[in-house]
């Protein structure tokens, strides 16, 4: 049942739904759902090659990432490549990897001494050749794809061409889709590029809470090499304010989060196309990135992250309240909780343990996930989110 909306701000309009807290937008003067893809209602019960030296990367095609126009990261150090080895085949029963953007291929071939199965998928063709040949001696443990792990299931498909469906391009290599209460079905291991790094952690963020892309296997693991910086905000917390964003609480929900290694960022091999390095700008801009580090880290989903009240149907309605509470990062909860929800400011107040002067960072992780579960649940009252769709596309 739809109601008309008075008394509001123009952007802001309440659910007549009496459902499990979802919200509406308003659009010319009518509320209406947000679509829920079907998708996202799944249910939630319980050989020996040597390792290449370094130098031979130089018998790689001379054109090598000329193609990209962006700076692309490779590990080229044996050493290095052991020690990820070290961390990604732990004591478990997960020996499937994917592996984005491997480029030569010395992380690849330490995997496959160790017994993994590898899926690598490489957006640069200039490498594909080098990485089938190499497949071919693996005798099946070495699958090669020509594509770019990060247009994998775009959220915007209008927008990302050609749209590369992960459900298609993986059916065929034996990945066991398992129960959310489960174990790890896939590990994925790479170095995020350096452009649109944020846009993408937030890509991943939705997979996760909506159990889609790869996540419709089950919990995935993400080992990823990652700015220094974005990992500082991952995994801030309120004894780190000025680090502590909306990303580090949805991250720190969705995930156990494990700091492994910090490299320094001379340590990898940066390729570009050849005429972005004959720019100045550039080329400064590549020079402090060698200097910065780049983290190792991973990210395991919880077993918990789903409860009776925080779904992969309502998940987007706790990114906004997120997201909503850290644009006034340095106000009280209180004033936060009069614009989010109808429901008594006080009330949740008393139910969530918190004080009237509570500052948003002053929240952990787990507190803003009991917030939401405690409005969610909230007897009484039919509309229980208000809801601003300039935050839809909000990135902090």
Known sequence: MWIPVVGLPPRLALSAFSGAGRFCILRSGAARWKDVPARNRRGLSDFQPQLLPSECFGDLPAGASKCRFEPRRYILSPRLAKT????????????????????PGILTQALLQRGATVIAVESDKTFIPHLESLGKKMGGKLHV?????????????????????????????????????????????GIFPTKNEKKMIWKLLHDIYSCTSLYRYGRVELNLF?????????????????????????????????????????????????????????????EQQTQQNLCFIQLTPRRNLFTKNLTPVNYDVFFHMLKQCFMKRNAKLIDH????????????LKKIKQKKTTKITKMYPT???HLF????????????????????????
């Not at 990820?84 to 480029?103: A, H, I, S, T, W």
């Not at 909780?337 to 949740?348: E, Q, Y």
């Open 84 to 103: 990820v080895v070290r961390y990604l085949l732990k004591q478990d029963n997960c020996k499937m990897v994917l592996e984005f953007n491997p480029g």
């Open 145 to 189: 794809l020509h594509c770019d792990f990060f247009k994998l299931d775009p959220r915007s498909y209008g927008v990302i061409k050609p749209v590369v469906n992960s459900k298609l391009l993986l059916q065929n290599f034996g990945i066991e889709t398992l129960p959310w209460s489960k174990g790890i079905p896939l590990k994925v291991v």
């Open 226 to 286: 990652i700015n220094e910086m974005d990992c500082q905000k991952i995994m801030a917390n309120p004894q780190k304010p000025n680090l502590y964003h909306a990303l580090s609480v949805l991250w720190q929900v969705a995930c156990e989060i494990k700091l492994l290694h910090v490299e320094p960022c001379s340590s990898f091999d940066i390729h570009a196309q050849s005429k972005q390095l004959e720019n100045p700008e550039w080329r400064e801009s590549s």
């Open 337 to 348: 909780l009069n614009s989010l929800s109808p429901v008594d400011a006080m009330d949740i």
């Open 367 to 369: 507190d803003f996930k």
């Open 373 to 396: 579960e405690t409005i969610e649940c909230s007897q009484n009252y039919t509309c229980k989110w208000l809801y601003d769709d300039f935050m839809e596309e909000v990135v902090i």
